[in-house]
């Protein structure tokens, strides 16, 4: 069976991260995945926040080798994640309470 980019438009997506630049290729998981191709500001910045967070409990289990202290240090990190992750969703909120308020102002443009 011949595969077209209109039975499986991503496949073009693919292509085209695979000549640009790595980060493209988070892009295209989500559109594979089906979610919506923008993203909002909460959703780019959880992105950044569980790479960083992923990151730290690598090294927990790589480096720490006494089971309570690891337990310990991800729970640390976990608390860590829940919290920026509420930064972020708050600041979002207020960013979209503002932007509709502005919105509603009258125009001085004539």
Same mark, same amino acid.
């Given at each position: *069976?011949?595969?077209?980019? /209109? /039975?499986?438009?991503?496949?073009?997506?693919?292509?085209? !991260? *695979?000549?640009?630049?790595?980060?493209?290729?988070?892009?295209? %998981?989500?559109?594979?995945?089906?979610?919506? *191709?923008?993203?909002?500001?909460?959703?780019?910045?959880?992105?950044? %926040?569980? *790479?960083? /967070?992923?990151?730290?409990?690598?090294?927990?289990?790589?480096?720490?080798?006494?089971? !309570? %202290? !690891?337990?310990?240090?991800?729970?640390?990190?976990? !608390?860590?994640?829940?919290?920026a992750k509420q930064i972020v969703k708050t600041g979002a909120d207020v960013a979209t309470v503002i932007s509709k308020e502005v919105g509603k102002w009258p125009s001085n443009s004539k």
């Amino acid at each position: *069976m011949k595969h077209s980019l /209109q /039975q499986e438009p991503h496949i073009f997506f693919i292509i085209v !991260a *695979m000549l640009h630049k790595p980060v493209n290729l988070w892009l295209v %998981i989500k559109l594979k995945k089906g979610n919506k *191709m923008f993203t909002t500001y909460a959703d780019s910045a959880n992105y950044g %926040i569980n *790479m960083i /967070q992923s990151a730290k409990k690598t090294w927990v289990s790589s480096f720490v080798k006494d089971e !309570a %202290i !690891a337990k310990s240090l991800n729970s640390f990190v976990d !608390a860590q994640t829940d919290f920026a992750k509420q930064i972020v969703k708050t600041g979002a909120d207020v960013a979209t309470v503002i932007s509709k308020e502005v919105g509603k102002w009258p125009s001085n443009s004539k």
